[in-house]
């Protein structure tokens, strides 16, 4: 009996000797695995980096997270905002007076610029950031009119101008994206009237203000450079304006960067938003 139990501790020890084993051997096994989970998944990044494709493998892996949109006060009160998304598919270069009155002429409307690398039209992208523009206005008490909803028209900017003074509206805004010759050159501006325009002195200081609130506005909202408020009495798009008036540059589309950003939905969300905060701190 004496043996009998000294051999059933002898077994109950080597049961006990081998469970811990077999704890130990999963606990190693599995901490074996996970490192070698590890040194794949870095070898597949280091295979990435050499290939150069480490950012098209991290979309893919990456869930899409769809920012949600700012949102907005309702703070419209039915107030009327004119929308003009600058330019058409085909300009008209007949001539048009600058102002009213004006000896000096420009073409009635142009057809824009065109993106440096998605080759896209400015028209275009005036006209996508209008209607989400005018979308989300509306869903903030306020009534719109687009001067356009099409890029097949022909409407020169005093005539544009025209629908924003018959309407009486409260703010007109005038989107367009800038370019120039040289890449580098970024960020956003607005444009409104001098207090010496010989057509449109009444509306410089709501102009210069409603310019002013847009452009804080955008800038916050997109991060972009902010390139001030300019002033400028040579534009038939502002001297023919007898409302509140401010062109919008929305960005360089000469710049490659901007130019992306310009024909991306989310950053023309933010674009929006900016300008939507600008006119609400400009009519309250
Ligand atoms: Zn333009």
């Known amino acids: 009996?004496?043996?009998?139990?000294?051999?059933?501790?002898?077994?109950?020890n080597v049961k006990k000797l081998l469970i811990v084993f077999l704890i130990l051997f999963f606990i190693t096994g599995c901490k074996?695995?996970?490192?070698?989970?590890?040194?794949?998944?870095?070898?597949?990044?280091i295979k990435q980096q050499q290939n150069g494709i480490v950012e098209k493998q991290g979309e893919k892996v990456k869930p899409i997270i769809q920012e949600p949109v700012d949102e907005l006060q309702v703070v419209g009160n039915n107030r009327l905002i004119v929308i003009d998304a600058g330019h058409q598919r085909y300009g008209n270069n007949?001539?048009?007076?600058i102002g009213?009155?004006?000896?000096?002429?420009k073409a009635?409307?142009?057809?824009?610029?065109?993106?440096?690398?998605?080759?896209?039209l400015e028209s275009q992208i005036n006209l996508e950031v209008a209607l989400k523009l005018k979308g989300r206005l509306e869903k903030c008490g306020y009534q719109v009119i687009m001067v356009r909803t099409s890029q097949d028209v022909d409407m020169s900017n005093s005539e544009r101008a025209k629908i924003a003074n018959e309407n009486k509206a409260d703010a007109f805004i005038r989107l367009h994206c800038n370019s120039d010759d040289v890449f580098s050159t970024r960020g956003i501006l607005t444009i409104a009237p001098s207090n010496t325009n010989r057509f449109c002195s009444q509306i410089s200081d709501a102009s210069q203000l409603l310019s002013k609130?847009?452009?804080d506005n955008i800038c916050q909202a997109t991060g972009a450079k902010d390139r001030g408020v300019m002033i400028s009495d040579n534009m038939s798009g502002i001297n023919w304006c007898q409302v509140p008036v401010t062109i919008v540059e929305m960005g360089f589309i000469s710049?490659?960067?901007?130019d992306?950003?310009?024909?991306?939905g989310g950053y023309q969300d933010k674009i929006v938003t900016g300008i939507i905060k600008g006119i609400n701190e400009f009519i309250n």
Do not use: H, W, Y
């Not at 009213?100 to 002429?105: F, K, S």
């Not at 992306?260 to 991306?264: A, I």
């Open 1 to 12: 009996m004496i043996d009998d139990i000294i051999v059933r501790k002898a077994g109950g």
């Open 32 to 45: 074996q695995e996970k490192q070698f989970e590890t040194v794949i998944i870095k070898t597949k990044v």
């Open 94 to 97: 007949a001539p048009e007076p």
């Open 100 to 105: 009213p009155g004006a000896i000096e002429t």
């Open 108 to 120: 009635k409307v142009t057809s824009g610029a065109t993106g440096v690398v998605t080759g896209n």
């Open 213 to 215: 609130c847009v452009l």
């Open 255 to 258: 710049n490659p960067e901007e």
């Open 260 to 264: 992306r950003l310009l024909s991306d």
